[in-house]
């Protein structure tokens, strides 16, 4: 006893004063952008002061039988419930149960820092002891009651009665009063407005704590159960400013820190956010200026970082939100991702642990899940593409080779490679993960940080809105995450680089790029089960939600677009562009003045021309067509090393020979070649005459040519040349043959020998179309032209 009583006191003796005025006028908490500008004070507003007698006994005694059921019989420290979370902190783990007591809670949130340690639980019961000395269970009530939150800034109870119900604190009902009871163990999660379901079961496990110390009697509980928490929330609610959707992080991140009450804790809070960027949001968000909206219940998720330190610039909450019933759509895991997870839970882990290249070829084809029903998985269009390499498949977003991808990797490693990078998936994984179809949700916040890891070189850095804080008694906290290597730079850059893919032309993102910003991005569109299909009678090509997460090295956007609930859902294309058009408007804006370089080259990865549908990769040959190569990443030591021979060096055209007729006056050229390498193959055929250049008389599949009308005496040469269809620079040697033309012979005619020589058409001027004059017709003998001549019209 005297060892533990020694340890409490060396524990206890340093802390901090009993100072009264912390009670009486709380700290408001003071919020820091990243220039160090103040940006918010938390704890300055939405507060009702009541005094202990203006509580209604039936509002206390909610709150006793759910935190303190021995308030009025202890000092300060409830024995019984400490030695039962003793009990569990030896067998569970240290800070597993708390045994606060109401007093104790007034002490951690205004005199104390919330880590879980035995100093400071020491100096907690020390002083809570000495409260309990000075003010009365009844003062100690009161301010408890007066500074507890309740969701958003709604701090104290007569300010909740007010926001949930529209009532004064006096005009409470006990189902009212024991659901108000219930929200300050989790303020958020136990919002009526945004989760009535979870509030109305918490607000029943108040009842039955009040039913069970006496306070009320079963049928008072049982009646009180059967009234719908939405029966009694009111409608009307304040509208809720842009700058709550970042506060809603900040509060995150300090109730990450333990129990404290950041609004009265007096904290100073320095955080990464951005003013400019976090305008400039709010505004896309708030107008149709610059993004068409098709009606004002139309909502988006915003998640601005940075991309090298996960630091949080802006968030984008949503559209004509109220403060009490409004989601945060940029932290809230509420949807499916669609086809951004493909870099995340398919593409990723198979570069990573089977360490393909970006060209490893996959084959789109009718395929199934490997599930004992061998489901059907299809494409967005119900087509196959056939073997395409997996940048094409990412690019074109096809289902089907993401699928075998996740399967090749296996579920294990695909499931480790996400969590690594903040995805909801510690519990399970399934093949319809590969897809999006995932049951847990994800938040364009965890989108924006796992594609931040792939802009950063393979580090992940938990995305963070505070940097530091600082306590009142001057207790500085450094609250930066540390980095996190989660995947080789290798895999890093060859998802980049694939991603790059999705912004080309075939890209699903086509037309969305920036020039000079080195835009990776991915798309992702979700679909409606039959069964919604059904019951709302969607049309065809209506969806639910669609996706934009995209990265420069400098920033990373995750953008979600849709509705609050399946009763609406996007019908137009224009209405499935939105998140790519507030994706461009976004990085563009931010990244203006900003110098944005390319992501480097790591080491280990090597750049390789290959034949394209070469399978497995091989090089290029030489005489590969020029649009069949492909420059493609592989990991050093993997790349090919057998040259591609479907492109070979052409057989030249062989036995080639040449035939003149001088009765027709023509050459016939001819040539064989191998059968089996005949198809896809043409015959360039060239001339020259008289040692002349060679010309290009015609490019044809036919093994003969005739050349008509050859020059008498020339010497004609012929070079053949085998040409690939496929790739025009192949080409063979040439194949040559030459010949020369004879002279046109020239016999003695005496047309007419028993003519003493009188021309009959001398001088009458008749002509008779042989130009000599003569009349008959019949030209002499030194201009017969050679037979067949084309020109002679006899």
């Known amino acids: 006893m005297i060892g533990g009583a020694t340890t409490f006191f060396v524990l206890a003796k340093d802390a901090p004063p009993l100072d009264e005025s912390l009670l009486k006028d709380p700290l408001s908490s003071k919020v820091y952008d990243m220039n160090g500008e103040l940006i918010a004070e938390l704890g300055i507003e939405k507060r009702t002061h009541v005094s202990y007698n203006e509580i209604p006994e039936l509002v206390r005694n909610a709150f006793i039988a759910t935190e303190d059921v021995r308030f009025y019989k202890h000092h300060g420290i409830d024995i019984i419930r400490f030695v039962g979370a003793v009990i569990a902190n030896v067998t569970d783990g240290f800070g597993s149960q708390g045994a606060s007591t109401i007093t104790q809670q007034v002490v951690k949130n205004y005199f104390l820092t919330p880590e879980k340690t035995l100093t400071r639980k020491a100096q907690e019961a020390w002083l809570a002891y000495q409260l309990e000395s000075k003010f009365s269970k009844e003062e100690i009530l009161e301010i408890y009651l007066n500074k507890i939150l309740f969701g958003g800034s709604t701090h104290g109870v007569a300010k909740a009665a007010e926001t949930y119900f529209g009532k004064e604190l006096t005009e409470l009902e006990l189902h009212e009063a024991a659901m108000l009871a219930g929200i300050p163990q989790s303020p958020n999660n136990y919002n009526p407005f945004n989760y009535p379901e979870a509030a109305e079961k918490r607000r029943n496990i108040v009842l039955s704590l009040m039913e069970q110390h006496g306070y009320i009697s079963a049928d008072e509980a049982k009646a009180a159960k059967a009234i719908p928490v939405q029966d009694s929330i009111v409608d009307s609610k304040p509208v809720s400013k842009p700058i709550d959707t970042f506060l809603d992080q900040v509060k995150i991140e300090i109730k990450e820190l333990g129990d404290i009450d950041v609004y009265s804790a007096g904290l100073e809070i320095y955080t990464t956010f951005d003013p400019n960027a976090q305008a400039h949001i709010d505004q896309l968000l708030a107008d149709n200026d610059a993004i068409s909206y098709p009606n004002d219940e139309f909502q988006a998720g915003i998640a601005l970082l940075d991309t090298r330190t996960g630091e949080i610039r802006a968030l984008g909450g949503g559209r004509n939100q109220t403060e009490t019933s409004r989601i945060n759509f940029a932290i809230d895991p509420l949807n499916q991702p669609g086809s951004t997870i493909k870099p995340i839970i398919d593409y990723g882990p198979a570069i990573e642990y089977l360490k393909w290249s970006t060209y490893h070829q996959i084959d789109d084809e009718p395929y199934t899940y490997s599930d004992p029903n061998r489901t059907p998985i ?168 669609i996706w934009f997460v995209g990265y420069t090295p400098n920033y990373t956007a995750a953008i979600w677009t849709g509705y609050r609930d399946n009763k609406e859902w996007m019908r137009t294309k224009d209405e499935q562009q939105i998140a790519k058009k507030l994706f461009k408007n976004i990085i563009t804006t931010i990244s203006e003045g900003k110098d944005t370089q390319d992501y480097p080259i790591p080491n280990s990865v090597v750049k390789v021309a290959v034949e394209n549908g070469s399978n497995p990769a091989k090089l290029a040959s030489e005489f590969t067509p020029e649009d069949m190569v492909v420059s493609e990443y592989f990991i050093k030591g993997t790349e090919p090393t057998e040259v591609s021979d479907k492109f070979k060096e052409l057989t030249p055209p062989l036995e080639p020979t040449i035939n003149y007729d001088q009765e027709k006056n023509e050459l016939t050229l001819t040539w064989s070649y191998l059968e089996n390498e005949l198809e896809g193959i043409s015959f360039e055929i060239s001339e020259s005459i008289d040692e002349g250049p060679y010309t290009v008389l015609t490019t044809q599949k036919e093994l003969t040519l005739i050349i008509p009308n050859p020059i008498p005496e020339a010497k004609y040469r012929y070079q053949i040349i085998a040409v690939s269809d496929a790739n025009p620079e192949n080409r063979s040697e040439p194949a040559t043959i030459e010949t020369e033309i004879p002279a046109v012979i020239e016999d003695e005619i005496d047309l007419f020998p028993d003519d003493e020589g009188e021309d009959p058409g001398d001088g009458d001027g008749s002509g008779d179309g042989d130009g000599n004059g003569d009349g008959t017709g019949i030209k002499p003998p030194d201009i017969v032209e050679p037979p067949g001549n084309p020109n002679d019209e006899d």
């Open 378 to 545: 299809k494409n967005y269009d119900n087509k196959h593409l056939g073997q395409m390499s997996i940048r094409t498949a990412l690019a074109k977003s096809r289902n089907i080779p993401a699928l075998k991808a996740m399967q090749a990797v296996g579920l294990k490693q695909a499931q480790d490679f996400a969590v690594n990078l903040g995805m909801p998936f510690e519990d399970h994984v399934y093949e319809s993960y590969s897809i999006g179809g995932i049951s847990e949700g994800v938040s364009p916040l965890q989108m924006a940080g796992a594609y931040s890891a792939f802009g950063n070189k393979g580090v992940y850095i938990k995305p963070y809105a505070i940097k530091k804080i600082i306590y009142p008694d001057e207790t500085e906290v450094d609250l930066m995450p540390e980095p996190n290597p989660v995947m080789k730079d290798s895999t890093a850059f060859m998802v980049t680089d694939m991603l790059k893919s999705v912004m080309l032309p075939g890209g699903t993102a086509s037309g969305y790029n920036v020039p000079g910003l080195h835009i990776a991005g991915k798309t992702g569109t979700t679909n409606f089960d039959s069964e919604t299909r059904k019951k709302y009678d969607i049309p065809s090509g209506a969806v639910p939600d």
